[in-house]
């Protein structure tokens, strides 16, 4: 069976791109991180790199098994972390994979409430575009849990969310806002507009070509960006509309947004690789919390536009 440290000099050798540099960047000897790698080739029954004159390249067999060696590593990194936690340590870190969405509209309420609880903890968070590389990250082991969209058929722990809305923004006289139900807007009704897009590999473009394809057009862009907090700006601004989920909305913001109609929801959740430990538990019963998917200042100006007057 192959041990953890022959998974780490596979991976040192791949990120290194040589045999010496690894042995460099792990303070062992070139010979006795070859020796291991040899012995690790014989326990799977085949090579696991092809020597280069200038580097080193995966066989199908290395490619097969790299994934699994970082996973390994990552996991037997946090077995650690996860034994102190569980005898009581205050300290530590808490790695969380999430999307640039959920990072600037639901995670600082989520991470100041449970920063409240365990001050001594240290967060890293890993950033994503897209749900579906997230996903992957979390297969490799990258962080203790993630908070988005569940992946199809996830093994591990999940904790429902919530539904997320989205809402459609605009400047404050926009024409979208003074027509019909000052709440609402018919996404066909924009099918003219030009809008704030967001770039191409950002999750929330797949999901506003989904809505605009559904209302029976192909959105134009006025202006592409990879934030949500950019894309309100921006349709504050006058640029154009934008859809974002609404838990993106800053408080006492200048501009209008509404429900479109059809509906944009997404589910969220927090999920983990493995049974979470009592901090990363604790983190997911504050996730679960109620309000944190609609705030209260969106809540409470899209009451108020239902009633009128228009503007607020």
Known sequence: M?????LEYLVAIVDEGSFTRAAEALNVTQPGLSHQFQALEREVGGPLLERLPRGVRLTPAGRSMLPHARAALAEAGRA???ARRAVGASTGELHIATLYSVSSGVLPTVLGRWRHKYPGMRIRLFEHRRDDTMAQAMTAGQADVAVGPLPEHWEGTARHIGTEEFLVVTRSDDPAALSGRAS?????DLAEREWVLFTPDSGLSDILERACASAGFVPRAAVRTEQATSAIGYAAAGLGPALVPANTIPPHFAGTFLRPEPPVRRQLAGYTRTSPDPVTSSFLEILT???LLMPRHVARRLRAAERGPRHL
Not at 184 to 188: D, G, I, Q, S
């Open 184 to 188: 609402e807007v018919r996404l066909a």
């Open 289 to 291: 919390e109620p309000g």
């Open 80 to 82: 650690t972390i996860s």
């Open 2 to 6: 192959a041990t953890l440290r022959q």
